[in-house]
Every structure is written in structure tokens, then in C-alpha cells.
């Protein structure tokens, strides 16, 4: 049997350096614990507009569809900022989800207890954080047609269309009430109800779903009361499900609380291949950071546990995910820090190779 | 001449209780003062469904197209949630906002320095706090068409739609500049325009409109990473602009950060009248609060400072608004406190009554 198959698009600004130190970490699975991946590579976002003028070529798209996971460092950055909507970085991100047809995005916000302090919330309010948001992933806002800037009378109009079928919000539900089922068993829908009647539909399904999981507590809050409510007590919640836009804005809400953004992974996750293993895609939350691009300063923990995420996700390997997240906190407890995660206090920030070394060293 | 109007709707939950408070001060500038105003009072919300079966009365509607400035408490309540959409408490409130065509909703988030304390973030990261949003609020996807809930196939797909026109952005844009040149000449506006045409149609226009505030610093920046900013470092920012939906989220990310959700007003405003004064509406940013409704706990100072903002945008009164202001900040830092404002050392809370008392007696 041929080995299970990884495609790694490194992407733009800091996504190269930190998929290098994946790389090692791939490779060390392969050589000590006898899980060797075939791992290929390819380019997206700007790098992948600077090789064929389009953030996303079509063969790397086929690729994508045909390999067992995709591993997505970070894409966009000023230099394509002027570039034309249909071919910027992030156009080449969004197919590769709506394509592969992605619709869970599993936004996990934990707040590593060795970097508590580095929140701007107080410790308490933090301490022991440990979330799951899952966010519909190719519906809503994003995709919804029609769309685009038209002229209407003497003026111009821009429009976006949010758009939700019974079965995108019931497939998004499912994977929340799965995952819950293995947490805290609690769900919280948000939506906008109150305003919207695609929030109307989203509630009156996510609620019919939870009627297959009587052990899992559901319960629903506008998504505004839901910003409020993740600054106020974010422990109050296990798993939170919400629709595409929203789940942008408050799993990056979410993330933020943590303090620790260089820290927080994302798994894509859609239906099962002829394999029986979801498609998926894996990526840290942090972007492309180009002002730090280039300079070996960008912190890989995110992308390495981006990594853990799909042994767990796509390769049932579980203890081999806490086995490479277990080293990822011996070496914070034992005080290693890039240096986003350096305090006040100082002290010399290990680059972005030298994490790679240290995580290698504790696995 | 006759006396300035102001139409007050109480509506649901604390809305009456915090508004006998505010009528009480209302009085008082006409005793004191010489400030006096026709005061009138009518249905909103649950109150005027319970009434009329609609959640604002057509006579009530034209009043307050008529009046000088609307004082609304608060809208909704359990006892409504199965009612249906179209006649849902909120619908009331939304009715005023886009038939009285209020398109700038103005959101101070200020951290009141005798309760930096309740903040969850940290002390620093709040303390001083003073950002002013700017909130489109009669289109987007809140007022967009088409919408609602249809048959496709063999299923049902909730749909509404995100519109912007060029000139709903401009006034929107054209207001956070006016209150930035009277503050600290920093205008920040949030989109998704790597995303959303009507996010790029937004960017575009808030850009020309800038051009002619040159002394006013323009940034712009997706919705998505000002959640995370505004959680990060909330006095990085002066004037936020942005439009209906992402505003309801930020802006209540905004407000809980300062720890004083029951301190907080809005005022909404429209086009000047024929009298030279906006059309405007005021009210608290907190909500109805059916827990602690009628039992005199509740906080009427988000109310009275909404009746400051009246004062000060409505009737020019700038200094009037700031001597409420003032009477506010002296009896919290003479430790008067309501059950929301009390921390963990206890003590007796004062009831919405005597709050009321405290703050007359100050000024
Ligand atoms: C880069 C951008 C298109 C993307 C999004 O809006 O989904 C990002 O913010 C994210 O959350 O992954
Ligand atoms: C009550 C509701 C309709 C309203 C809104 O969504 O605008 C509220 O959340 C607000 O922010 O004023």
C-alpha cells in the first residue's frame, strides 16, 4: 500500500519558512515512528500569481482534489494588493475550499497555559480557554450570487448575496454535534436571527439536527451578544457553530483572546473520499505577516499544529498528534519563545529554524 | 417659539425604569436649567405588540418623524421570541431607523476610569479608552431585498442580500470624518474587501470621501482583523466606520471591552430637518434585559447618557451635555454603583431610583 498523501502549498510571506519547519516534522514521522508521507509541492496565492498569472493554477487545484490532505501555509500581501479581485491571493484559498468542498472549518482557541499572560484579557477570564468553533466554510457571503458592483441609475451598487440551504447548515451542525459529542457536549449556534431569515432557517435546522444528539446542551445567541459574550466569559462555551461570515469574524475574536495567534490551527474538513478520509485542508489562523517575511522571525507552532491536526483529522493518528503537541509544550514550559511570544521582560527570541530544533528535540 | 420635542418610547424589559429615571433629568433642565421640552411617551417593541398587535403603531410612526429627537429604552423580551418576523419586537426598532432614514449610528466605546476594573481585559489595555463608532444603519443586508426564506428543489434556502449604493456609503463615510476632525483625526473603515464586492464599492468611496478631510489619517482594515484589534489593542483606534451588520457585531466587541455595557449610549442620525436639527433617535446600547426587568436593579445611566448625547447633537447643548456627563463621573467616583456596576468585594447596590437620586443630586 503507497503511503498516504500530503500537498504542501507554502503560500506567500512568512508560509514558506514556517512549512520548512513542518517539513522536518513530517520527516521525522516518516524516519522514527514509521509514518512516511508522500510530499509534494506546489505554489498559491501571490507566489503562485507571480509564476501563471493566477492565484491558483489548474493543475495544483486537480492535485489538491487528488492527495489525502493539503497543508496551507498563509497567502496575500501589499504587493498584490492592487491586483484585480478575481485574481488576488485570497481567490486562490477560496477555490481550493469551495472546490474541494470544505464546509467545516474546525477554528479551535486554546489558551496555552505558558503563554496566559500574553492575552490582553485578564488571566482568569483565559486561563485554560479551550473552544471549538466550527464555521461553515463554502456558503454564505462568500460564494452567494448575485454578486459584484453594477450600475443603478446614475450610481453605482455593490452586492453580496447570503445564501443557506437546509443541507449546508445541516452538514455544518453535524460536525459541530460530532464534535461536541467527544468535548463537553455543548453546542451554541449564532446566528441573526432576529434580523435575517437566513439566520431564521440556520437556527430552525441546527435546532432539528440537535434533536440527534439529546445528551448535547444546544443553545442559540445572536452573533453580536455572541462577540460580547466571548470577551466577557469565552469559558462558557465548548463548541460554537456559525456560518461562514460570522465564523470569520468571531473565530478571529476568539483567537485573539487567546493571545496566542502564532499558536492556533484550522482544520477544513468535507465529505469523505473512496478512502473513507474527509477531504482536508490544514492551516494555521495567523496570515501571511509580511512585514516579518523572510526574516527567520515567524513562529511555526501554528502551522506544526496545523499538522497535528490532520494525523488526528485525516489520519486517525491521534496519540502521534499528542505526541507532536505534547512536545510543543514542553518546549514553551521549558521557556522557548519566537518572538511574537516574547514578553516585556525581554531575552533573546529563538528564529524560526531554531523552534524547529527545539520541537524536534523534545519529539 | 416653542419648546423642542422629544417623543419618549420606553418599550420593554428596564426600558421604562431606566427611562423614568431619565424623565426625572429631563425635568430637572427645565426647572434648573431653563431648558424645557415637550415630552411625550408612547409604545415600542413588545409594549405596542401587546397593544396593537404591531410592533410600532402607524400614529406612533409619524410622531417621530415629527418630534425634535426620539429616546428609545429598550425592545424584545422572551414573551415575543415565537412571535413571527414581521412583527417581532425589533422589527419597531428597525422601522425607526430606516423610515426616519437615521444612516449614521454613533457608538462611543469609553472605558469610564471608576470601572476599569470590570473590564476582562487588562487594566492598561482599556483604561482611558474612548473610540467613537460609526455604524451604517438603514441598508446592507439588514434592509436588503431579496430576502427571505424559499423553496429550491426539494429543499428551503434562507437568503438576504448585502446593498450598498455609492451614495448610502458616502453620507455613512462623511460623518465618522466630521466627528474625527472634532476628536483625534483618525478614521479607520472596516470591510471584507478581499472578499465582498460591496466590501470593495465601501473602500473606494470611504477613500474618496477622505480626500477631502486631508487632515484626517485614513486606514482601512477587514472586519475580520479589527475583531481582532479591537481585542488586541482597543486605543489604537479613534473613529471606526463601517456598515450595518459588521457594525452590530463590532461595535458590541467594542462596548464590552470597556467592562461598562450598562454605561453605554447611541444616537442615530438622519438628515438635517426643516428646522436645521438632525432627524435622531438615542438610545442605550444594552438591550431589554428581561431577567431584571421591573425589579428597580437596572442601570439607567446608559440612558441618561443617551439623553447627554440628544443635548449635545440635537440641540447643540454641548456644555448642558457635559454637565450630565460631569454629575455621572462625579457620583461614580463617589462609588455609587448599581448591581451590574458592584465587583466581587460586595456591598449594597443602589437601585434604579436611587442611582436616579445620586445623579440629580450632582448636578
Ligand atoms: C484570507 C481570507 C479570504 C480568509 C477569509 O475571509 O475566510 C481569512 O480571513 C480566513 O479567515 O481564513
Ligand atoms: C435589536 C437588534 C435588531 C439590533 C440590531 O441588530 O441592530 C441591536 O442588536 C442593535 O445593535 O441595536
Chains 1, 2 share one sequence.
Not at 497543508?71 to 491586483?83: C, F
Not at 479581485?85 to 474546525?106: I, W, Y
Not at 453594477?150 to 452586492?159: A, L, P
Not at 491521534?318 to 519566537?338: C, F, H, M, Y
Request: hydrophobic share 40%; proline share 5%.
Amino acid at each position: 500500500m503507497s503511503n498516504p498523501s500530503i500537498l504542501i502549498l507554502p503560500g506567500d510571506g512568512i508560509g514558506p519558512e514556517v512549512m520548512d519547519q513542518v517539513v522536518r516534522v513530517i520527516d521525522w514521522y516518516g524516519a522514527k515512528r514509521d509514518l512516511a508521507f508522500d510530499v509534494s509541492t506546489d505554489l498559491v496565492g501571490g507566489a503562485a500569481y507571480d509564476a501563471h498569472g493566477v492565484p491558483l493554477h489548474d493543475d495544483t487545484m486537480a492535485k489538491a482534489q487528488e492527495v489525502d490532505a493539503v497543508l496551507l501555509g498563509a497567502v496575500g500581501g501589499p504587493k498584490y494588493d492592487d491586483l484585480d479581485f478575481s485574481v488576488k491571493p485570497e481567490r486562490g484559498l477560496l477555490r481550493l475550499r469551495k472546490e474541494m468542498d470544505l464546509f467545516a472549518n474546525l477554528r479551535p482557541a486554546q489558551c496555552f497555559d505558558a503563554l496566559a499572560d500574553f492575552s490582553s484579557l485578564k488571566k482568569d477570564v483565559v486561563a485554560g480557554l479551550d473552544i471549538m468553533i466550527v464555521r461553515e466554510l463554502t456558503s454564505g457571503v462568500y460564494f452567494g450570487e448575485p454578486r459584484g458592483i453594477f450600475e443603478e441609475g446614475n450610481e453605482r451598487v455593490g452586492i453580496n448575496t447570503q445564501r443557506y440551504t437546509e443541507s449546508e447548515i445541516e452538514r455544518a451542525a453535524r460536525s459541530a454535534f460530532e464534535l461536541a459529542m467527544r468535548r463537553n457536549k455543548k453546542v451554541c449556534s449564532m446566528e441573526k436571527a432576529n434580523v435575517m431569515e437566513s439566520g431564521i432557517l440556520w437556527r430552525e435546522v441546527v435546532t432539528k439536527v440537535g434533536e440527534d444528539y439529546p445528551e448535547v446542551e444546544l443553545s442559540h445567541m445572536y452573533a453580536d451578544n455572541g462577540a460580547m459574550q466571548l470577551v466577557r466569559a469565552p469559558k462558557q462555551f465548548d463548541v460554537i457553530v456559525t456560518d461562514n461570515l460570522f465564523g470569520d469574524i468571531l473565530s478571529d475574536c476568539a483567537a485573539m483572546l487567546t493571545g496566542s495567534l502564532g499558536m492556533l490551527p484550522s482544520a477544513s474538513l468535507g465529505a469523505p473520499m473512496a478512502n473513507g478520509r474527509p477531504k482536508a485542508m490544514y492551516e494555521p489562523v495567523h496570515g501571511s505577516a509580511p512585514d516579518i517575511a523572510g526574516q527567520g522571525k515567524a513562529n511555526p507552532i501554528a502551522c506544526m499544529l496545523s499538522f497535528a491536526m490532520a494525523l488526528r483529522y485525516s489520519f486517525d493518528q491521534g496519540d502521534e498528534a499528542a505526541r507532536l503537541e505534547q512536545a510543543i509544550e514542553t518546549v514553551l514550559a521549558d521557556g522557548a519563545r519566537t518572538g511574537d511570544l516574547m514578553g516585556p521582560e525581554g531575552g533573546t527570541p529563538l528564529s524560526t529554524a531554531e523552534m524547529g530544533d527545539a520541537i524536534l528535540a523534545a519529539l
